[in-house]
């Protein structure tokens, strides 16, 4: 499970909690303190858990910065978290600090829930689909972006994708990092989730069989399409060892992965659309099986466009 | 305050919660899990919390190890962080380990309380007495201990005790850090106790001004006594960069800091020492002031001896 589930006091209500911390994956250390927020609370909004009631910060401060670097970093890290964490209603009221060699950041996010509130991701059922609330590709387009700078690198793929596609592959990457699950969470009461997770450091594919594992019903899921982010399938095919295309590339703050049934997740792809603004996808189906989960032979490949009005 | 107090729900409860973690500075992993344990679960109980509901554990796996040493050293951590929490009731649910230069480990604690189920430390009023339940001096006889095997630190202070001392002194650095202050927090309780902050990276004197800070009434904190682990304060005297003896030596794990009546304190203090096996100090008192804190010139020195048969 993506939380800790503790019934508390009688078992009329439960803590349910997470906690996560990161090393960046963006230069940019505001939108790094958004992504790392958003991740720790995807955990949450997994179990349809809409309302987070506390955070806490972690944070490392490299030991290997010079004082000035730090005086800057540092509280940009920080006002990024506190204003991902303002946007989801709750406050950051503590944590810890220390000196590390690495950047670090996360935190925990807590709620208390009564039975109604919260999604245990075991209710599975054959017939139902899976949806996918953002695209896949973060860790690669993180990359790519990355290799603009190493020429060695960028020599291997620039008869592929122009400076342009790697930019906007970047960005999108980032607007969806920081994109809240929160109203993707909202949406499985409203729509009948059965059972979700988020997609992070396994892949999409690594994550779908920890939840198909879990479920209680003998079903298994059968992904026949993959939301990438525009232009990272083509650098996938060459760049093999990030296994995009078999679903271990690892993703941070991913999207929601969601089973539900099939005329429910029609209406909860339009309505998180019209909410976020942003599309989400059925990409596959629940089967009776022995919990595996898979993606076909040649799946159908959605490239996903950066918007340019993308929040970050 | 050491915990973060959220009102739940209509507020008739309140979330209590506290993340710490730590780098390692003792060479046994094991004994460092369970300090690592009994240092996050410390913030709840100087809080008067008893009962911790969750834990989550926090691990970074040193990326300098061997693969061998990892493999030996990992799961000592993990299972003296959890050894610990069994002692205090709690079961580690869940947590993250990544990679990191350095060994990392801490935790999670979290409560949910009512009212009367935990102490905010403001209540202090003139005519109260501090009392402490641990001596303080750890990482001076931690890093007293590294210098065994330097000699060039050796020699400055091997006139002044023996090996045998050092010795001694670690082992009862490590029995008290190691040592939960769950049976202090029972006993505020009992004893009335108005307000506590348990002692760790600031120092006594630092978290004694914290707390003199927070208090309702214009109080100020007088401390006269320092109960010091043996040998320690004649070391602190020539290895005055540690600042010990002024209150400013950075504790792991260390006791509680407590304002009570006077007539409860020492009933609390043999309390405690029937319950737990080891004393706790009256080190002060509590004055009309205006939030300050301070250590009288020339305050009393009692020497903590280790026990021989104290726990690890």
Redesign the interface.
Known sequence: MD??V?P??NGE?S?I?????F?PLVDDPYIMGKIACANVLSDLYAMGVVDC??M?M?LGVSSKMTEKERDIITPLLIKGFKDAAAEADVKV????T?F???T?I?G?A?S?CFPKEFILPNGAVAGDVLVLTKPIGTQLAVNCYQWLDKPERWSRINSLVSDDDIHKAYLCAMSNMVRLNRNGARLMHKYNAHAATDVTGFGLLGHATNLAQNQKNKVSFVIDTLPIIAKMACIAKVCSSFKLLQGYSPETSGGLLICMPRAEAQEYCKDIERRDGNQAWIIGTVKEGSGTAQIIEDPEIIEVPHKENAKL
Do not use: A, E, K
């Open positions: 939380c800790s503790t508390i006091r209500m803590l909690h997470t906690t996560d911390f090393y009631h506390n806490l972690l009221t503590g944590g810890q220390v590390n060699p690495w670090l996360g925990v807590s208390i």
